[in-house]
């Protein structure tokens, strides 16, 4: 099939993004290596200024995001930064943390936990550990890059999501704003990659019910290692 293209962040001491096609699992894959950032502050120069700056530009080439993190080092802001750029750029997203094999039994349950602390507002996200130097669980990479990549692209049809939503808002009806019952009237996929559904309704949806909804739709449907976009639209109710 045709190169698949994927952003590598992973620790290093070059600074130019660079394509190579690599083949493994199977499948031939198109990697943007745009190397490592910096952590500390205090070290930031132009240089590293314009690496966050190519990831940027690498993320908006690539289809999915694969940050790569060492275990035996500890998770900083300028990590879940650069988790927070792939998600922000709506890409499919692999965390992967090298050298896992590395770490002490105690370590890897100490750091398990934090990782879900700290990416708590990416769970979807598709988590690998490995070593890329002894090969230990690579070929856990391939797959878990194809799920991403296929949840990505997915498409519901109309029919199923609507069916779906009206056994949830039959179930849950959204909260009561200003005295009035909103009223969800159907909903449509407007597009992939990522997933974006619109929801259209009578009246104003509370945040924490769009993040139910979007919740709901990753239990029913799948959409692990992607970011999906739920937008609302108001539609006139004397208009059924």
């Known amino acids: 099939g045709t190169p698949r293209v994927l952003v590598d962040d992973a620790e290093g001491t070059t600074r130019d993004a660079v394509d190579e096609l ?7 894959w198109r990697f943007i290596d745009t190397a490592g950032i910096r952590r500390r502050a205090h070290q930031a120069s132009g240089t590293d200024y314009y690496a966050s700056l190519r990831t940027q530009i690498a993320l908006e080439r690539a289809e999915v ?3 790569i993190f060492d275990a035996s080092q500890i998770l900083t802001e300028q990590d879940i930064r650069i988790v927070s750029m792939a998600d922000e750029a709506g890409k499919a997203l692999v965390v992967v943390m090298n050298k896992w094999d590395l770490v002490d039994e105690e370590r890897q349950l100490v ?3 934090e990782i879900e602390r700290q990416l ?3 769970p979807w996200a598709q988590r690998v550990n490995l070593s890329a130097k002894t090969g230990w669980h690579r070929d856990r990479l391939a797959p878990a890059l194809r799920t991403a990549l296929t949840n990505w692209e997915k ?4 029919a199923k999501l609507n069916a779906f939503l009206g056994e949830l808002v039959g179930a849950n009806p959204p909260p009561v704003r200003s005295g009035k019952q909103p009223k969800i009237k159907f909903a449509t996929q ?3 990659c990522p997933p974006k559904f619109v929801v259209f309704a009578t009246g104003f949806l509370e ?3 769009r993040r139910f909804i979007e919740r709901r739709l990753r239990e029913e449907f799948g959409f692990d290692g992607t970011p999906i976009e739920v937008a609302v639209k108001l539609k ?3 208009h059924d």
């Open 22 to 28: 690599i083949e493994f699992g199977g499948s031939t």
């Open 111 to 113: 750091l398990d936990k």
């Open 190 to 192: 407007a597009g992939t």
């Open 155 to 158: 498409r519901i049809p109309t």
């Open 65 to 67: 995001a694969l940050v």
């Open 207 to 209: 945040t924490a019910y």
């Open 120 to 122: 708590e507002r990416y």
């Open 236 to 238: 006139d109710r004397d």
